[in-house]
């Protein structure tokens, strides 16, 4: 999908599980290697993606989303399910690309608007969404994915 000062990012597969395995079991959510190679396949053939960033080894950071149909407009809405980056990585722009490639492939689904669930007790995570664009909507942070015009 992209490559910025030696940071690839591209979709996710199965071949990818055993180091997001250790990514997301150091960040407090362990999953087993084999049920993430099998959802990462899952999500491939539905309606979402997963992004990964590589530098120059295991795996930086990792965004899911997924889109859905919404009876209130006319367009998808995509709704980013897991944004991580490794403690170590953190800070350095990681981020903010998966959620900018996140946001192109959103708006390649035909989706207007991305929702990004956030916690109460996730103040970096809000205050990282807020410096990109999100404001807070109906029990989500909220960022229009086109510009009005």
């Known amino acids: 999908m992209g490559n910025r000062y030696g940071l690839e990012i591209r979709t996710a597969t199965a071949a990818d599980a055993a180091g997001l395995a250790e990514l997301m079991g150091a960040a407090g959510h362990p999953v087993p290697v084999h049920a993430l190679a099998e959802r990462l396949d899952a999500m491939r053939y539905g309606h979402g993606t997963a992004l990964l960033a590589l530098e120059w080894g295991p795996p930086s950071g990792i965004v ?22 490794g403690p170590e990585e953190r800070r ?46 109906a029990g989500c ?8 015009g």
């Open 92 to 137: 350095r722009g990681i981020g903010r690309q998966l959620l900018k490639a996140a946001s192109q492939a959103a708006r390649m689904a035909g989706c207007a608007t991305l929702q990004l669930l956030a916690e109460a007790d996730q103040p970096d995570l809000r205050a990282f969404c807020a410096a990109t664009g999100f404001s807070e909507g």
């Open 64 to 85: 899911a989303l997924h889109w859905y149909p919404d009876l209130k407009q006319a367009s998808p809405v995509a709704q980013v399910t897991m944004l991580l980056v």
């Open 141 to 148: 942070l909220v960022r229009p994915l086109r510009k009005k």
